[in-house]
């Protein structure tokens, strides 16, 4: 069974660069039938999508977000990366990374999230 696992800081100040790690175990994320995401979850709101890598190392962003976003992977270490520029208290949000059926484009498979606080 697959585990993803997120990794960074919790606190960031504002203007800074956010980045996280979702370290996958149970399952390669050179797999084909799969693409790895984020999704965040701001205080007292939904859910958002930030993006996603595919199988081909493209990458689907939200618009509001995608001039901001870098999605990578490093396959040496099952890891895959969400970058994050210039934020500001509106990125304060539970980040959870995700596994996405490439099929079916669902969510099958998530990390237990985050938390990650922008404020000087």
């Known amino acids: 069974q697959v585990q993803l696992q997120e990794s960074g800081p919790g606190l960031v100040k504002p203007s800074q660069p956010l980045s996280l790690t979702c370290t996958v175990s149970?399952?390669?994320?050179?797999?084909?039938?799969?693409?790895w995401g984020w999704i965040r979850q701001p205080p007292g709101k939904g859910l958002e999508w930030i993006g996603y890598l595919t199988t081909s190392d493209n990458t689907y962003s939200s618009p509001s977000l995608k001039s901001r976003t870098s999605i990578s992977r490093d396959t040496s270490k099952n890891q895959f990366i969400l970058q994050l520029t210039s934020v500001t208290p509106e990125d304060t949000a539970v980040y959870f990374c995700v596994r996405v059926a490439a099929i079916t484009r669902n969510v099958d498979s998530w990390g237990q999230g985050t938390q990650v606080i922008v404020s000087s």
């Open positions: 149970g399952g390669s994320i050179t797999a084909d039938r799969y693409y």
